[in-house]
């Protein structure tokens, strides 16, 4: 990669020179190669490393050189990022993140918002609360297995330790008493948040510590970026201080869960009357300790949000170390006290179930607060393209404690089965874990129902959009078979446009049943089939199949979920799904939850963005930059990046892209109307293509009469419907994919280069119609 020290000053260029002209590709979802990219099976690497970089053909690799043979057509670079998203084994571990990635997602959610700057921060704050309590949810759950399941009550009961014989030292001997068996269990949890802290640090050190293009702005023209989107400031892809502040604070998060589950119930046993009086005292200033350390990480996650209007480069060295290193201290102290020779014998659930409790409650309410800000911040400035009317980040962020609550419940659910069968030795899980569970049938029948009635929408637009098909393909053969399949498609692309719906009502049922789940177990303490015992016959079958068949879909998904992970471990093709997944979640900076898959534009942004400063200084050349799905995302935020002065020499080239269909939709903060119009009016020219076919891209949809200066009339896909003398073969339904094949995409991008001149770009010139010509 090129480096601003690469960049001596200029020498005067020659007029062959400047004139020059460069097709800068990004590719999008999946990934590709650089052959396919370039359409050559020879390829060099210009810049880069094996993570991401750019590739030429090798016959166009000193195309700087020989300006003359390239006056008719663009040199093709291809940016080839798909390896930060899919590269080796290790990241199937990233499924352990997805409720990190989800609830990390809902912090960029919010709704636009002007003059509300202390709105905007509390919408960040409660996003960062709630992104904690699923740290101390997955921690919480690793001590329910090891500290509760194996630790207490299996290897408390005889019956349980003799079925499984690697308890059986813990069953008898030193290693016998309560205390001391817990305190080895904790080891369980300590890894996994070694594990955590261990993916974060390593994956922070790669991606956040890659440094954006340096420039300095006046005042008043950052000012008037921050209007327009959050995206063109110089800080907005350098989040390395605040994730390190936030990994200390969740890692010491998890210690401290550690700590509790190991140290409370000795504590809570010492303070029973006619104990001794020390370890009474210690266990009282092990509660004080702790509840000052939990203070100390609240207060670190609320103090402090990101820094986007500069580089902050100031390390917080002493936090990031100390803070971990104080609660690691302290857990180990909680382990020597809990480990304490004491008459304590390990009897029912180990003390401590309601945390779960207090931990769903928690989230409810963080989920219903910022509901209430998402409101406030959508009626002061309405879009009525927003996802939900603004509220698609609470209901994100309703999604990923539900996904951390159904992980953590089928983790103890499966273990549980798995040490104790159907013989009824052990307790169990907590009974709010099998509430949870047992609501999960008639949500999932509730989300059945609403698909089918999609399903019946879909089939009914599909038979409306026939007549539409007949008139767009007015003088080609008739064929109703083809027409019906080209209807049908059409149809099953607007699918994407009713994705909020079916998020809103998941999100809203899973908050309404999952209260009655958190009530059902706190004000019974029996599990529903138990709490349904007196109810009349039909009422207690109805609770007796819920709770079997919710314990049975939730180790279901518990084992389908490891299955998984474990494939894309050893097979490249299904990591490369995942990938897909990853490409679409984590283009986010992590700026609520530290442990979440890493932000991988923050290595694309800056490599794009020095890639096009660097060139168009070296050679003052045109450049069109070209995207695709997401790399026209990529695309739209390296030029946001780039300085006026570059900018202007930039052309912008979007297909099949999801700027307005899905982010413009679901981030209208970041993506809305005003900063796509921006985009629009600071690089010298957009064009977007999409299809109706398409499920993914669409229009960009600029109000006004910008609307037409960007978006090209839908392109016919197929472009026949049966066979011609033009296409004697029938043509393939392309949807998504193979934009650069239609005729109209080198028919843009020889517009755009023509529009390009190597001094600045002049005035628009507009048609009698009022559409700016080329």
Same mark, same amino acid.
């Given at each position: 990669?090129?480096?601003?020290?690469?960049?001596?000053?200029?020498?005067?260029?020659?007029?062959?020179?400047?004139?020059?002209?460069?097709?800068?590709?990004?590719?999008?979802?999946?990934?590709?190669?650089?052959?396919?990219?370039?359409?050559?099976?020879? $390829?060099?690497?210009?810049?880069?490393?094996?993570?991401?970089?750019?590739?030429?053909?090798?016959?166009?690799?000193?195309?700087?050189?020989?300006?003359?043979?390239? %006056?008719?057509?663009?040199?093709?670079?291809?940016?080839?990022?798909?390896?930060?998203?899919?590269?080796?084994?290790?990241?199937?571990?990233?499924?352990?993140?997805?409720?990190?990635?989800?609830?990390?997602?809902?912090?960029?959610?919010?709704?636009?918002?002007?003059?509300?700057?202390?709105?905007?921060?509390?919408?960040?704050?409660?996003?960062?609360?709630?992104?904690?309590?699923?740290?101390?949810?997955?921690?919480?759950?690793?001590?329910?297995?090891? *500290?509760?399941?194996?630790?207490?009550?299996?290897?408390?009961?005889?019956?349980?330790?003799?079925?499984?014989?690697?308890?059986?030292?813990?069953?008898?001997?030193?290693?016998?008493?309560?205390?001391?068996?817990?305190?080895?269990?904790?080891?369980?949890?300590?890894?996994?948040?070694?594990?955590?802290?261990?993916?974060? +640090?390593?994956?922070?050190?790669?991606?956040?510590?890659?440094?954006?293009?340096?420039?300095?702005?006046?005042?008043?023209?950052?000012?008037?970026?921050?209007?327009?989107?959050?995206?063109?400031?110089?800080?907005?892809?350098?989040?390395?201080?605040?994730?390190?502040?936030?990994?200390?604070?969740?890692?010491?998060?998890?210690?401290? $869960?550690?700590?509790?589950?190991?140290?409370?119930?000795?504590?809570?046993?010492? +303070?029973?009357?006619?104990?001794?009086?020390?370890?009474?005292?210690?266990?009282?200033?092990?509660?004080?300790? *702790?509840?000052?350390?939990?203070?100390?990480?609240?207060?670190?996650?609320?103090?402090?949000?990101?820094?986007?209007?500069?580089?902050?480069?100031?390390?917080?060295?002493?936090?990031?170390?100390?803070?971990?290193?104080?609660?690691?201290?302290?857990?180990?102290?909680?382990?020597?006290?809990?480990?304490?020779?004491?008459?304590?014998?390990?009897? @029912?659930? *180990?003390? @401590?179930?309601?945390?779960?409790?207090?931990?769903?409650?928690?989230?409810?309410?963080?989920?219903?607060?910022?509901?209430?800000?998402? +409101?406030?911040? #959508?009626?002061? +400035?309405?879009?009525?393209?927003?996802?939900? %009317?603004?509220?698609?980040?609470?209901?994100?962020?309703?999604?990923?404690?539900?996904?951390?609550?159904?992980?953590?419940?089928?983790?103890?659910?499966?273990?549980?089965?798995?040490?104790?069968?159907?013989?009824?030795? =052990?307790?169990?899980?907590?009974?709010?874990?099998?509430?949870?569970?047992?609501?999960?049938?008639?949500?999932?029948?509730?989300?059945?129902?609403?698909?089918?009635?999609?399903?019946?929408?879909?089939?009914?637009?599909?038979?409306?959009?026939?007549?539409?098909?007949?008139?767009?393909?007015?003088?080609?053969?008739?064929?109703?078979?083809?027409?019906?399949? =080209?209807?049908?498609?059409?149809?099953?692309?607007?699918?994407?446009?009713?994705?909020?719906?079916?998020?809103?009502?998941?999100?809203?049922?899973?908050?309404?049943?999952?209260?009655?789940?958190?009530?059902?177990?706190?004000?019974?303490?029996?599990?529903?089939?138990?709490?349904?015992?007196?109810?009349?016959?039909?009422?207690?079958?109805?609770?007796?199949?819920?709770?079997?068949?919710?314990?049975?879909?939730?180790?279901?998904?518990?084992?389908?979920?490891?299955?998984?992970?474990?494939?894309?471990?050893?097979?490249?093709?299904? %990591?490369?799904?995942?990938? =897909?997944?990853?490409?679409?979640?984590?283009?986010?900076?992590?700026?609520?939850?530290?442990?979440?898959?890493?932000?991988?534009?923050?290595?694309?942004?800056?490599?794009?963005?020095?890639?096009?400063?660097?060139?168009?200084?070296?050679?003052?050349?045109?450049?069109?930059?070209?995207?695709?799905?997401?790399?026209?995302?990529?695309?739209?935020?390296?030029?946001?990046?780039?300085?006026?002065?570059?900018?202007?020499?930039?052309?912008?080239?979007?297909?099949?892209?999801?700027?307005?269909?899905?982010?413009?939709?679901?981030?209208?903060? #970041?993506?809305?109307?005003?900063?796509?119009?921006?985009?629009?009016?600071?690089?010298?020219?957009?064009?977007?293509?999409?299809?109706?076919?398409?499920?993914? @891209?669409?229009?960009?949809?600029?109000?006004?009469?910008?609307?037409?200066?960007?978006?090209?009339?839908?392109?016919?896909?197929?472009?026949?419907?049966?066979?011609?003398?033009?296409?004697?073969?029938?043509?393939?339904?392309?949807?998504?994919?193979?934009?650069?094949?239609?005729?109209?995409?080198?028919?843009?991008?020889?517009? *755009?280069?023509?529009?390009?001149?190597?001094?600045?770009?002049?005035?628009?010139?507009?048609?009698?119609?009022?559409?700016?010509?080329?």
């Amino acid at each position: 990669m090129e480096h601003a020290s690469d960049r001596a000053p200029a020498a005067p260029r020659r007029p062959e020179e400047a004139d020059i002209a460069l097709e800068l590709l990004v590719h999008g979802v999946g990934g590709t190669t650089p052959q396919d990219m370039l359409g050559d099976p020879r $390829t060099e690497r210009v810049t880069g490393d094996d993570v991401a970089a750019v590739f030429r053909r090798a016959d166009d690799v000193d195309a700087e050189s020989r300006p003359g043979d390239y %006056r008719d057509r663009p040199v093709p670079e291809a940016y080839v990022w798909c390896n930060l998203t899919s590269g080796n084994g290790a990241r199937a571990l990233w499924l352990l993140l997805l409720p990190f990635m989800v609830v990390n997602l809902a912090h960029w959610m919010r709704p636009g918002a002007r003059g509300r700057v202390r709105t905007v921060r509390l919408h960040g704050l409660l996003v960062r609360l709630a992104a904690l309590s699923l740290t101390v949810l997955l921690v919480a759950a690793a001590c329910e297995v090891a *500290l509760d399941l194996a630790a207490w009550q299996c290897a408390g009961t005889p019956a349980c330790a003799e079925r499984h014989s690697w308890l059986g030292f813990l069953a008898s001997g030193w290693w016998s008493l309560p205390g001391r068996r817990l305190a080895l269990a904790a080891l369980v949890p300590l890894a996994l948040t070694g594990l955590l802290w261990y993916l974060s +640090h390593r994956t922070w050190s790669a991606y956040e510590s890659q440094e954006p293009l340096g420039r300095e702005r006046p005042p008043e023209a950052l000012a008037e970026q921050t209007d327009r989107t959050a995206l063109g400031r110089p800080g907005f892809w350098y989040g390395r201080r605040l994730v390190a502040r936030l990994r200390a604070a969740h890692t010491a998060a998890g210690l401290l $869960t550690v700590a509790a589950a190991a140290g409370l119930p000795a504590a809570r046993f010492d +303070h029973r009357p006619g104990g001794p009086a020390a370890l009474d005292a210690a266990g009282r200033l092990l509660e004080a300790s *702790l509840l000052v350390a939990a203070a100390a990480v609240v207060w670190v996650v609320c103090r402090r949000g990101r820094s986007e209007h500069r580089l902050d480069r100031e390390p917080d060295d002493r936090l990031v170390r100390l803070l971990p290193l104080a609660c690691l201290l302290l857990l180990a102290a909680t382990l020597v006290y809990a480990a304490w020779q004491r008459p304590w014998v390990s009897q @029912g659930r *180990l003390p @401590g179930d309601a945390s779960f409790g207090a931990l769903a409650l928690a989230q409810g309410l963080l989920v219903i607060a910022l509901a209430v800000i998402a +409101h406030v911040l #959508h009626r002061s +400035h309405p879009d009525p393209r927003a996802a939900l %009317r603004g509220q698609g980040g609470p209901a994100v962020a309703m999604l990923a404690c539900a996904l951390g609550g159904v992980m953590s419940g089928g983790l103890a659910q499966r273990v549980a089965d798995w040490l104790d069968g159907t013989r009824a030795a =052990i307790p169990g899980p907590p009974v709010l874990l099998t509430w949870q569970a047992s609501v999960i049938p008639p949500l999932l029948l509730l989300l059945l129902l609403l698909c089918a009635v999609l399903a019946r929408q879909t089939w009914r637009l599909a038979r409306t959009e026939r007549a539409a098909v007949e008139r767009d393909y007015r003088g080609d053969p008739a064929d109703s078979a083809r027409s019906r399949r =080209i209807a049908r498609t059409r149809a099953m692309a607007t699918l994407t446009d009713r994705g909020p719906l079916l998020v809103g009502v998941a999100s809203a049922a899973t908050l309404l049943l999952g209260a009655a789940a958190l009530a059902g177990a706190l004000t019974t303490d029996r599990t529903p089939a138990e709490a349904g015992e007196p109810a009349p016959a039909f009422v207690q079958g109805a609770a007796e199949t819920a709770q079997a068949l919710g314990s049975w879909l939730i180790g279901l998904g518990f084992i389908l979920f490891v299955t998984w992970g474990r494939r894309a471990y050893k097979d490249p093709s299904a %990591r490369r799904t995942i990938g =897909i997944l990853w490409d679409v979640g984590t283009f986010w900076p992590r700026a609520a939850h530290p442990f979440a898959p890493p932000c991988y534009a923050e290595r694309a942004v800056p490599d794009l963005t020095w890639r096009m400063a660097t060139w168009t200084n070296a050679t003052g050349g045109r450049l069109v930059l070209s995207g695709h799905s997401q790399g026209s995302v990529l695309a739209a935020a390296a030029a946001w990046q780039l300085t006026p002065s570059v900018r202007k020499r930039v052309a912008l080239l979007t297909y099949g892209s999801p700027l307005e269909r899905l982010y413009g939709r679901w981030f209208p903060a #970041h993506f809305g109307p005003a900063a796509l119009s921006a985009l629009h009016h600071d690089v010298d020219r957009w064009r977007n293509l999409h299809r109706p076919t398409d499920p993914i @891209g669409g229009p960009v949809r600029l109000p006004g009469e910008y609307g037409p200066e960007v978006d090209r009339e839908a392109l016919k896909d197929p472009r026949a419907r049966g066979r011609t003398a033009l296409q004697p073969l029938p043509a393939p339904i392309l949807g998504h994919s193979d934009y650069q094949d239609d005729p109209a995409f080198a028919e843009e991008r020889a517009r *755009l280069l023509a529009r390009l001149r190597p001094d600045l770009p002049a005035p628009r010139a507009q048609d009698d119609s009022g559409r700016s010509s080329p």
